[in-house]
């Protein structure tokens, strides 16, 4: 009797902490935690759900720091970014509201169009984090209070220029992009920027239109406008070189300066253009309003990188030679595979890359289906794949964690697509969950409602009381 109980002590308890830092957990937005979480198929089915009140609404993802100085006291702490650019830090445990920051200048867009999807990225040395609001200012704040330390400029047109996609971190140097709003407004332009976290001076700026011109330009003074960089997991850091992958979104393409609806390889501090992968129908996506950089570069390993789009379409790519040569120019086409997104519409969401052992799984999700690929040779096979919708999809613990958008989460086991829980939660857009320390943080809501409200799920493992135990 004694050994079943203390089996399920076990069962129910936390894993040693661990860190979640930014959207895709690590720099090459990979989505696939490798540590345990505590959460497993067995127990799944037993999490506890928490509605937390925001003071507005995070259509991105949480991030998580593990036992750090917060409203002094060591806690493991959730911190989100609002669309109207509030920065909430959550306690995990409790789901209290520790601190928020406001960006100055809230009350002249709160409630606007102008709004911001991007998650935070944490530093390094977990003492501070770096977030982004609707003015078009990238801020570092203090995790323990909230207190701003930098703020700087990344457009000079932030009515014109949303940062839409997630803040990345790599090498000292936070990366950020920049896309446009709802109906492509010109003029706008997507553009990388890198700034020095400790000063937060930007290093250096490469604009997907005009990208002979080095510097934040006046969106009026090139002839081109729009290719956004808005997909879900922004800048995509290639470990070992530290260079950065983005995608664009509709907008001309002539193979030197203008870079519309095409996959990009830069310099790791975006100084320099290195390759391009720009499919043959580049003119008729910029056409029919099908951004190919609805979704950022996925790496899949062994030299493989994956590029979906509003067309519907996955692309495998050669990431050594991205357009069949290894240098950027007016090249079109060079793709090795071409697969359909699991419901062969448009993709939003950035695919999670899991190695596990020597195989490796690609997991996509999308408004119509949710589908696991594995990687064969230069290639990748489907696996098994259903007609549930899904946001960004993470893997923690071997498990798959998919959000509905219409109002569930749902669990998988990874490798047969088997459902071990569907637990209860709100509608959203494009809000994804992660999963660290047997909790699950997934906030709700639509960016494009306007509202300054919101609300954070957590869902947690029960605790193992001590009355479960008393007189064994």
């Known amino acids: 009797m004694i050994g ?90 409790t789901g209290r509201i520790l601190w928020t920051y406001t960006p100055p200048g809230y009350s002249s867009w709160a409630g606007s169009y102008r709004i911001t999807t991007a998650t935070p990225v944490a530093d390094p040395s977990r003492r501070f984090i770096y977030t982004a609001s609707p003015d078009g200012r990238v801020h570092k704040l203090a995790v323990s209070n909230g207190r701003p330390i930098w703020s700087r400029a990344i457009t000079l047109l932030p009515s014109r220029e949303k940062i839409a996609a997630s803040l ?6 936070v990366i950020a992009t920049t896309g446009g709003y709802i109906g492509d407004q010109p003029p706008y332009q997507g553009h990388v920027v890198t700034l020095r976290g400790s000063t937060g001076r930007i290093v250096r700026v490469w604009n997907s239109l005009c990208s002979n011109r080095h510097a934040l330009i006046q969106p009026a003074s090139c002839p081109a406008s729009d290719s956004a960089i808005w997909g879900r997991a922004g800048a995509v850091v290639v470990p070992g070189t530290g260079r950065l992958l983005v995608a664009t979104g509709n907008a001309p393409w002539n193979g030197s300066t203008n870079w519309g609806d095409s996959a990009l390889e830069l310099t790791a501090n975006a100084s320099r253009l290195l390759q391009n992968w720009t499919p043959r129908n580049q003119d008729e996506l910029n056409r029919d309003d099908l951004d190919l950089g609805s979704t950022s570069p996925a790496l899949l390993g062994n030299g493989l990188l994956l590029q979906g789009g509003k067309d519907g379409k996955l692309r495998v790519l050669d990431l050594r030679r991205m357009n069949g040569t290894s240098r950027a120019g007016p090249r079109l086409g060079g793709e090795l595979q071409t697969v359909s997104t699991p419901g062969g519409t448009d993709l939003f969401t950035a695919p999670a890359v899991w190695h596990a052992g020597s195989t490796t799984w690609v997991f996509v999700a999308d408004n119509d289906g949710t589908a696991a690929f594995r990687v064969l040779g230069r290639r990748i096979n489907p696996a098994w794949s259903n007609s549930r919708a899904g946001t960004s999809p993470v893997v923690a613990g071997g498990l798959l964690y998919v959000y509905d958008p219409y109002g569930a989460l749902r669990i998988y086991d990874s490798s047969t697509g088997k459902v071990v829980a569907t637990l209860p939660t709100g509608q959203g857009h494009w809000n994804s969950p992660i999963v660290v320390d047997g909790r699950i943080a997934l906030p709700e809501g639509n960016a494009n409602d306007h509202k300054t409200s919101g609300v954070l799920d957590i869902y947690r493992l029960p605790r193992a009381s001590a009355s479960c135990c008393g007189g064994a």
């Open 4 to 93: 079943v109980l203390l089996a399920a002590v076990t069962l129910l308890a936390a894993p040693p902490g661990h860190d979640w830092t930014r959207f895709g957990y690590g720099p090459a937005r990979s989505s696939a935690a490798p540590f345990a979480t505590g959460i497993t198929a067995a127990n799944a089915s037993q999490l506890v759900q928490q509605r937390v009140e925001l003071p507005g609404t995070a259509d991105s993802s949480a991030i998580e720091l593990h036992g750090v100085s917060v409203a002094g006291a060591a806690r493991d702490v959730f911190f989100l970014t609002t669309t109207y650019g509030k920065t909430v830090a959550v306690d995990a445990a």
């Open 168 to 173: 990345n971190y790599f090498r000292g140097l």
